[in-house]
């Protein structure tokens, strides 16, 4: 299976953020009519309100940190925190862009930023593998979506060969793919969004935290380009919640026209503030993404000891093994030595490639590696061949 593309280091590179640029004018419109909604100064947990939705005034409340915890009402009504603010002007310089905004999870932010952005005409160009999350998205957007086989850089020029018969284009992956743990070739498809004005959106959800210059994800690698970056803050960061960062056009839009942001109670401010705090630990945690891609590195080692072949690269591990039945047996097998996987079947991935999926973190010991290696290599005789 594929694994991490080289990455083109070209310091002549120069990334136009054009993909997205017409929401200057889009925007525009909204004010001329009256209908701009700003993002303004945080509310104080403290002010007197008569808009929460806190019937019972049970949101307010300080928890043990001194944070509140429930917003009260979606973030344009009154749920605006001081917290949601620090989190997003932290997450957008850990990326290296003008602003963020937070979602209530990676599902709402991948499903608000699509549907925000395309539309009736447009295009969309989707990886064959990418999650439940963009696919109901892009439906959402009922723009004409165009599925790609996995990885497969060429057929997304092809598809944009077609871009004069469209709006406007998007072409959608994720960083690092959940299900196969590989990468798509995000120089390639830079180079490709530019050439075509399409705009490159990217689910960083699995890479941020663990891959790239420290821990920032594939996109901030050199010339690579993404128009849009979404990243999820249940996986690295500890916390809840996820984040669409971009330039400050695309948070204001998104801030108006995103409706799982616009029509949701936002984040509790305690959760928000936990995952600053975490933010501020990942940032400074290279010691821990190290120990995670050793001990993935030895997993996989192990496994190929054993005549197996793991997928891809990184701190997921998957192992193929077929029919829906075989993985199930496999995983049951490893639970009752003490050993906890999940074991992934069609739909979540293709016909005859039904897995076991290993996820590696920075807890786990040599030992723990070896441990599993010992529990895999006394299951393997029990599964038929």
Request: glycine share 10%; aromatic share 6%.
């Amino acid at each position: 299976m594929s694994r991490l593309p080289a990455v083109a280091t070209d310091p002549t590179f120069h990334v136009k953020q054009s993909g997205l640029a017409y929401l200057a004018d889009e925007l525009a419109a909204l004010r001329s009519a009256g209908l701009l909604r700003q993002r303004t100064a945080p509310t104080e947990a403290s002010a007197l309100t008569f808009c929460s939705n806190d019937y019972l005034g049970l949101s307010g409340r300080p928890g043990p940190d001194g944070h509140a915890g429930g917003a009260g009402a979606s973030r344009l009504v009154l749920g605006d925190r001081p917290e949601h603010h620090k989190l997003e002007d932290d997450f957008a310089r850990f990326l290296g862009r003008e602003g963020s905004l937070l979602f209530p999870s990676g599902y709402a932010a991948n499903v608000g930023l699509l549907s925000a952005l395309a539309s009736r005409g447009d295009l969309v160009i989707s990886d064959a593998l990418n999650h439940a999350s963009i696919v109901d998205g892009a439906r959402l957007s009922r723009a004409t979506v165009r599925i790609i086989p996995h990885l497969d850089t060429g057929a997304v020029a092809d598809a944009l060969r077609d871009r004069s018969a469209f709006g406007r284009a998007f072409i959608v992956t994720e960083s690092y793919f959940s299900m196969d743990a590989d990468s798509p070739d995000l120089v390639a498809l830079t180079a490709l969004s530019r050439r075509f004005d399409a705009a490159l959106l990217v689910d960083e959800a699995h890479a941020l935290g663990v891959l790239g210059p420290q821990g920032r994800g594939l996109c901030m690698e050199p010339s690579v380009g993404a128009d849009a970056v979404v990243g999820t803050l249940g996986k690295s960061f500890g916390a809840a919640g996820a984040i669409v960062a971009g330039s400050e056009l695309l948070r204001t839009w998104l801030w108006n026209r995103a409706r799982s942001f616009v029509f949701t109670t936002g984040v509790s401010p305690a959760i928000a503030a936990h995952a600053t705090r975490n933010l501020a630990e990942v940032e400074a945690a290279n010691d821990l993404r190290a120990t995670v891609l050793v001990r993935a590195e030895q997993l996989r080692a192990g496994m190929r000891a054993l005549g197996l072949s793991p997928w891809g690269y990184g701190p997921i591990v998957p192992w193929v093994l077929g029919p829906p039945e075989m993985a199930l047996d496999a995983a049951a097998r490893l639970r009752a030595a003490g050993v906890l996987v999940q074991a992934i079947r069609p739909p979540t991935v293709p016909a005859g490639t039904a897995r076991l999926r290993f996820t590696v973190t920075a807890r786990h010991t040599a030992e723990d590696v070896d441990g599993l290696l010992a529990e895999i290599a006394r299951v393997l005789p029990c599964l038929p061949r």
